[in-house]
């Protein structure tokens, strides 16, 4: 019964990580509408989108569950990352991983279990 909590709760945060970076993205192609902004820029922009995404899904996830915070943390951002992956998987039809997108994996690993143990103190 533990671990079906844990998995629920995991998938709602990942659900919740999604929306915000949906609106996230929203509001940054709006911003890119008027102002030129070049890929160096882009890609910190979407590194930053997706560590408040992992941060927020994360916490919230750790605050249903009220335990394993760093454990719920990082499943959020594993399986946040690997439906981001499958997206754009689909949607570019590219399946191809870089050296950015582990570095990214790496980072939002380090952030959920970070937010996940900031979810439970909180």
Excluded at 34 to 45: D, T
């Amino acid at each position: 019964m533990e671990s079906r909590n844990l998995l629920v709760n995991s998938a709602k945060g990942v659900l919740h990580a999604i929306i915000l970076t949906v609106l996230l993205l929203i509001v940054f192609t709006a911003i890119m509408n008027f102002v030129s902004i070049n890929n160096q820029v882009m890609s910190v922009s979407y590194i930053i989108i997706t560590c408040f995404s992992v941060l927020y899904g994360s916490i919230y996830a750790t605050r249903r569950n009220n335990k394993n915070g760093w454990l719920i943390g990082m499943l959020v951002a594993i399986f946040y990352m690997l439906l981001l992956y499958i997206i754009s998987a689909i949607i570019f039809q590219d399946p191809t991983l870089h050296m950015n997108d582990f570095f990214r994996l790496i980072i939002a690993i380090l952030v959920g279990a970070l937010s996940g143990m900031l979810g439970i103190n909180i």
